[in-house]
């Protein structure tokens, strides 16, 4: 293979436009982007469209496997690797709330996984919730914010900590400042709070974090109390709040949880830069209808929807990243540029991974070939195809 470049020929999507007829030259890391007349010669693949790796910052499994079930190594990998085969070359993997102790062996497990490069970090979904809003959340291990809880998942988790679900109506002052010390970030959700409570934890949260940094809201409209007129809620505060850049708004774009054009609404309301997408996806991503385990909780998928086997709470999705991009630009009619940036930048920007999420000279080489149906062709992660 010569000097080991990898050379594909496409529709290029970068941050704010499509080039048709460009080639992006690689080996571990992206050594050209640019028109195909002037590329490099070196064997590789041609057609389709050209993106970045996508990053999603929730997910709780794939492939059969559960992030918060998780025992081994081996089942933490299968999980990622679905979601790695369909484009997805970064990811949080998400935990539900369990028994502190259950939460502390998980995280160690992830925190290792992590270290072998497998997942980015760990997103705690939970156990600081609202029982009103716990949605797929078993409400017998929730529990109110309190420092020592904190401290010891933090300390399980190392600094693969990334970010945390709280419900703002909870939250105290020195909880936030150990989840922040710890390297991570609130991201408010699973919540009942009412529009002052969600201020308030939106501002201590920008206090704490400082300008350099941003809080997020877990899976904008779904476990949280509806925006009503004469009874707010917090959605109000967070769309305010987004459209100020105070905070990311992560939105699951996958058909089911959210009506794609309500999406399109939010990201023309607010702008992408404060948008994410994301999946929420649980073990049964990537594979068909049945019955799968989200932590403690049984889960029956039935036309590609997952809900709590014992209750119709919806439970995680059972899309991938790209599955959201689809639906994004055939469904909301949002531009494929934007839509990708949501799923790939918007989510390396969040926890400062500043060596992916773009197609740019010298940064890592992390790219999906898709069709022009946005079907993946070809996945590499590091110039490694997977």
Known sequence: MGDGKVRWDGTVVLADREHEDWSVVFDTKITYVGPASTAPESPGATGGYILPGLVDVHTHGGGGESFPDAETIEQVRIAAGEHLSQGTTTMLASTVTAP???????????????????????????????????????????????????????????????????????????????????????????????????????????????????????????????????????????????????????????????????????????????????????????????????GPQKVRVSDGVARLAEGDSIAGGTARLIDCVRVAVQKAHIPLVDAVWMASTQGANMFGWDDRGRIEKGLRADLVRVDANLRPLDVVRGGTRV
């Open 100 to 294: 502190i102790p259950v939460l502390e062996e998980r995280a160690r497990l992830l925190a290792q996984a992590a270290g072998e490069g497998i997942i980015a970090g760990i997103h705690f979904e939970g156990p600081f919730l609202s029982e009103a809003r716990c949605g797929a959340q078993d409400p017998r291990y929730l529990i109110p914010p309190n420092p020592r809880a904190m401290q010891s998942l933090m300390d399980a988790a190392g600094r693969w900590a990334k970010s945390m679900t709280l419900a703002p109506e909870f939250i105290d002052r020195e909880s936030l400042d150990v989840l922040v010390e710890a390297g991570a970030i609130p991201s408010w959700g699973h919540t009942d709070s009412n529009a002052l409570d969600a201020r308030k934890a939106i501002e201590m949260g920008q206090e704490v974090l400082a300008a350099h940094r941003r809080a997020s809201v877990t899976h904008l409209f779904n476990g949280m109390k509806p925006l009503h007129h004469r009874d707010t809620g917090p959605i109000g505060e967070f769309l305010s709040a987004a459209a100020r850049g105070a905070l990311v708004v992560e939105m699951i774009c996958d058909g089911v949880h959210v009506d794609p054009l309500l999406i399109r609404s939010v990201v023309e309301t607010v702008g992408r830069e404060n948008c994410v997408f994301v999946t929420d996806s649980m073990a049964a991503a990537g594979l068909g209808d049945g019955l799968y385990s989200l």
